[in-house]
């Protein structure tokens, strides 16, 4: 039986703050993460911003306990999913800055024996910036004389939307019923700048669906999507996260949706959990709820394991 190494691929995060100013410098050395046309200064740019930026920064993680819990996280995740595909199944951590680096998995993958792998994306929707920057790096590393499938975006995976909609429904369970016709749900994903979005980039088309489809499933029928995390001064996608709720949310019961997030990390618990919550609760409303990242919820890790046969299978790769 072929030994196949699947490769859960992800952004990364600094696992102390240490680690914070050398996880910027990657972040900004990737001209498909961070596009501004440094050309060949970007190195050196990438220093700079990641020094003046690390302060600030390590500021945020130190409110989330000092480190981002993403690795560990996805390390669970890995554990669970080889469970869920049985014998014949490896899964490697590849995070496209910080560590278990890409290099770091593809050695280890080979050094256990793999003979073919699997590129499996733990960004639901495609970007260029997430999806294709992490595929590139594992196209680059993985020996060329041993097969590489490769999932693109599961965006509209039905045991995934079924997942991330029973999630949404059991924190709107919590919900005082008195208050059920006062809920504001809001999905918010990683924003992405608009000149991304204006040469073809399909990431906000599938963030739609994804969302429609999640609240559909959940019983929802009034919602809102709006982004987050934004860099730089340059024009993004919007309505932002913050500004929203802080315009809508008077008199309601909040509850946002990590819908681009499966695991928990600096987006969900700064960015939703403290900036979010007290953009909400500043601006009068009525209560904040936030739904969980999937993280290893029994029916998203037999969604993902079948998103993996399936991408083995060779359906369903293209962006």
Known sequence: MPRTAVFLMNLGG??????????????????LLITAPFGPFRPLVARLISRLRAPSSAEKYALIGGRSPLVEGT?????ALEAALGSGYACHLAMRCGQPSTEVAVREALAAGADRALALPLYPQ??????????????????????????????????????????????LARVDPAQRDQVLVVFSAHGLPMSQVRAGDPYPRY?????????????????????QSRVGPTRWLGPDTVAYLAAHARGRVVVTVPIAFVSEHLETLYDMDILARESALQHGAAGYLRVPALGTRPDFIAALADVARRGLAGQGLGP
């Open 126 to 171: 495609w970007a260029n910036a997430t999806t294709k920057s992490s595929l590139l790096e594992l196209r680059r590393l993985w020996p060329k004389d041993r097969p590489l499938a490769e999932v693109c975006t599961w965006h509209d995976h039905e045991g995934y939307l079924d997942a991330s909609a029973a999630a949404l429904a059991e924190t």
């Open 14 to 31: 600094p696992r102390s703050l240490a680690e914070v100013e050398p996880y910027l410098f990657q972040l900004f050395s990737d001209p």
């Open 75 to 79: 390390e669970a995740q890995a554990r």
């Open 207 to 227: 963030v739609e669906h994804s969302s429609r489809e999640t609240a559909r499933r959940a019983g929802v029928t009034s919602w809102q999507i709006t982004y």
